[in-house]
């Protein structure tokens, strides 16, 4: 386990004890990989759903060179935001732990179809294969959010389609300043 996935597990058994000790409400919620306008700005090439998004949206040439066939769970920027709102106001939480994703596995070339859809011209090219993101570890997994939905009411309202279309849309917004 590297430093960040034991960073993690360890704020988590942190504000179980908390829970335990001073009885303080706790849940982690726990995001698939997520997406939307903003995300390069922060996490750069490993933001890689947004960057090919963005690249497609500013008439840039988009290659990565494997990964095409990798199905990953990807979640929307707003439908994250929607799952840490429900867990805030959330009456009872039967669990410590929620994930928040879509639970539907997709690939980087559904992805590209969904631009090319709405911007015909766009330049994509992905390689064929699983793990997009090299490295010793794969970091793919397609959630299990039946938590979320029974005990936050957490239904994700972006689906691929829909999430593509309202980030383009927010893009356009952006570069017009409207």
């Known amino acids: 386990m590297r430093i960040y996935e034991s ?8 504000g179980q004890f908390y829970q335990r000790t001073y009885g303080l409400e706790f849940a982690a919620l726990r995001f698939s990989s997520s997406y939307g306008p903003g995300k390069t700005v922060r996490h750069g090439e490993v933001a890689l759903v947004s960057k090919i998004i963005e690249g497609a949206f500013s008439g840039k040439p988009v290659a990565v060179e494997k990964g095409g066939d990798q199905k990953n769970d990807i979640v929307y920027n707003k439908d994250a935001a929607h799952g840490v709102y429900l867990a805030c106001v959330a009456q009872t939480l039967n669990h410590t732990a929620y994930n ?5 596995g997709v ?8 631009i090319r859809r709405i ?7 992905i390689g064929p294969g699983l793990h997009y993101m090299g490295g010793p570890t794969h970091y793919y997994s397609i959630y299990d959010i039946g938590r979320a939905r029974q005990d ?4 994700p309202q972006f689906p691929l389609k829909r999430a593509v279309e309202d980030n383009i849309e927010t893009l356009k917004q952006i570069q017009t300043g409207s």
Request: charged share 20%.
């Open 119 to 125: 911007l015909p011209r766009a330049d994509i090219r």
């Open 152 to 155: 936050l009411g957490f239904s």
């Open 100 to 104: 928040i994703g879509t639970g539907v």
């Open 7 to 14: 960073a993690k597990l360890m704020g988590e058994h942190m």
């Open 107 to 114: 690939t980087l070339n559904d992805v590209a179809t969904e």
